[in-house]
């Protein structure tokens, strides 16, 4: 089992920036590939990224290339989403997964933990 905690959601400006982070639980976090993925209201929730265990690979949704950077401290048992150039539309609940497999994949299936989700709001 692995438990996640996302932190660092919140209020920004358009334009402006916000990391998130990703507290996991246990001793194999390195094991697990992660994702953050997000829920606009009244929208299905869509990856926003996701990074590979060991040498990683990263994978970004169209929408957030370049703006969103997603990296891991396999000390800290953290994955983290710098998201900068904030927009309106960036508007939702992030959640923070986890799957044990390989590759990077980029749907919900794929994923066996999830975070409760922290919400991140951007005001134009």
């Known amino acids: 089992q692995v438990q996640l905690v996302e932190s660092g959601g919140g209020l920004v400006q358009a334009g402006g920036s916000l990391r998130l982070s990703c507290a996991a639980s246990?001793?194999?976090?390195?094991?697990?590939?992660m994702g953050w993925f997000r829920r606009a209201p009244g929208k299905e929730r869509d990856v926003v990224a996701a990074i590979s265990r060991g040498d990683p690979s990263t994978y970004y949704g169209d929408t957030v290339k370049g703006r969103f950077t997603i990296s891991r401290d396999n000390a800290k048992n953290t994955v983290y989403l710098q998201m900068n150039s904030l927009k309106p539309e960036d508007t939702a609940v992030y959640y923070c997964a986890a799957y044990g497999g390989m590759g990077l994949p980029t749907t919900e299936h794929a994923y066996h933990f999830w975070g409760q989700g922290t919400q991140v709001t951007v005001s134009s």
């Open positions: 246990g001793r194999t976090f390195s094991r697990y590939g």
